[in-house]
């Protein structure tokens, strides 16, 4: 139980979100005090609190029993009832995030603020603000002698690169689900809790790109009605343009598809994801930043998927029977 | 974070010493206060102090910051400590263990003791104990007003099956390392922290069989010196008997070398570890309880190993670069 430990926990707690948070970064927090797990949280959508509020709204319940805050659901409304109710029981704790907490105003006031005014032992950043706007933690921390430590740079840098990718110019990630021996045909299907995350993703998604064959064998939806979410933008990459109009994707409203062999209509699109099998991973591999894979629990006697890619594995966690798994191309 | 979140941290916290334990069950631990993580301990290995009485330890440390205890390493001296000195600090924490706590002088003091004199708020289970020497902790507890709940049976019972299946008579499991798409050659390499984790089994297990092929090829050593454990007597799976004795596993010392097409000699042992291929697990399969796969990140463009099983997934966690995957036969 150190700061790598205490970090790793706040950084698997922020990838539960990842894509989920957009346009904001996924930002996970711990609060400890004596090595003891005060609380946890992760930033979990646009406009909600920031992960360092969320976990120091627990904490302080967590601390006091006082039941008063919980009702509480904005940034500012949490801010303004801990000014008056802190009574200094954060003094010896600990605040690890990992990305430096910010220091304006925007959609919620300054966490930066939050933590000097609470007076914590310590805070633990995972990795620097890049960003112009929203930096200047660091430095506002220190000049109100808040003690600053560093923890799990490159891994904290890694849970926020799809972001900054985002904010640049453009995110595009690979999903696909295999048996544990790489098999995606004619296998085990995902679990309903896999379901349910792919539609949450597709919610945040602007463009989803899918193969051909794939529409005309499958005759998907391509929806996401399990989360009630928006429907993204279809690009069918085919060199033929025949498909039959009554396969239920065309059906969704609001929605524009494409059937093209160009990806360069990728372009115009900020977040991408490309569902598809080992033709179209193989066509593909060099325009996708990340690669999700959700695993499910069979050997199969099938022949696996395979382009050949270095991988380096970002997270994994439990999504019901199978383990869902990020990874990136191996630098 | 309710009884069922806390209670899965203790059960992933075990899972990291399974078989490690043996002839002992893995148990794991974990103590709160109002929803705050005091500590968290698993039992390490047969002879140290069980899963209870290490998260007690440390919990006593954290919320005392009394370093007195820190240098004690036997179950009763940190009984013989914490009787003198708990000041009634743990009645307002629950404790969480995977399994119903031990009742019996056997190597250590009896945990339900310890937890009933310390006046624990609450006690939640995981699995209760059927042995017959160790068992009858809940009612003990409850004898001594100690509130009792359960939570995450399934799991915790999953936890120890593998115990159990050794106490009643033998324990097999099945370890390959392969890609993320299932290819066991000419991959990429195990890492480090894998490669270490194999040696550890090997010391613990006391027959390993691995194919004939994979004898003439690899040329391999089986032994446990990335530990400086012990080495396992050796099964080559085979037809024929003719191999070259100048491979390393046959200059191990104090190791029996059987070479035979008879799966039969595995009986006379109590933990095997089979290391193999594909065709080696599909001749294997049915006598197989468990199954270990390192996950090594890559996808591959060679071909998968494809017996047919259906699995169910028990638990994975970070080994390196790679992912360590226990799973069991789909019941």
């Known amino acids: 139980m150190n700061d790598d430990f205490f970090m790793s926990l706040a950084i698997k707690q922020a990838w539960k979100f990842q894509i989920l948070t957009l346009p904001n970064p996924p930002v996970g927090c711990v609060i400890t005090q004596n090595n003891m797990i005060i609380s946890i949280s992760a930033h979990k959508k646009s406009g909600s609190p920031h992960g360092e509020v969320g976990a120091i709204k627990q ?26 109710n802190h009574n200094n029981i954060f003094s010896n704790c600990e605040l690890y995030t990992t990305l430096e907490p910010c220091n304006h105003y925007g959609k919620t006031p300054p966490c930066s603020l939050l933590i000097s005014k609470l007076n914590f032992k310590r805070v633990i950043i995972g990795a620097k603000d890049d960003n112009k706007i ?9 000049k109100e002698n808040i003690k600053i430590s560093y923890a799990k740079e490159k891994e904290s840098l890694a849970l926020i690169d799809g972001f900054k990718k985002y904010q640049k110019n453009q995110l595009v990630f690979f999903k696909y689900a295999s048996t544990i021996n790489g098999v995606i045909t004619g296998g085990y299907l995902s679990c309903d809790d896999s379901l349910d995350d792919v539609h949450k993703l597709r919610d945040k998604c602007d463009l989803l790109v899918i193969g051909g064959n794939t529409v005309r064998k499958d005759r998907p939806t ?59 991973l193989e066509n593909i591999k060099e325009k996708v930043d990340y690669f999700l894979i959700y695993l499910t629990p069979q050997i199969s006697d ?15 966690e439990e999504k019901g029977k199978d383990i869902k798994v990020w990874a990136s191309k191996r630098k």
């Open 302 to 316: 099938k022949d696996n998927i395979k382009p050949n890619i270095n991988l380096e594995f970002l997270n994994y």
């Open 134 to 142: 929203a930096s200047g933690g660091i430095n506002s921390l220190i």
């Open 59 to 84: 904490a302080y319940y967590n601390l006091t029993q006082d039941k008063n805050i919980l009702p509480l659901e904005t940034s500012q409304d949490i801010h303004n009832f801990l000014y008056e």
């Open 222 to 280: 391509l929806d996401s009605r399990r989360v009630n979410g928006k429907n993204p933008d279809i690009l069918i990459y085919s060199n033929s343009k025949n498909f039959d109009k009554e396969i239920p994707l065309f059906k969704i409203k609001k929605r524009k598809v494409f059937i093209s062999n160009d990806l360069n209509i990728m372009k115009n699109y900020k977040c991408v994801m490309i569902e598809g099998g080992g033709n179209m």
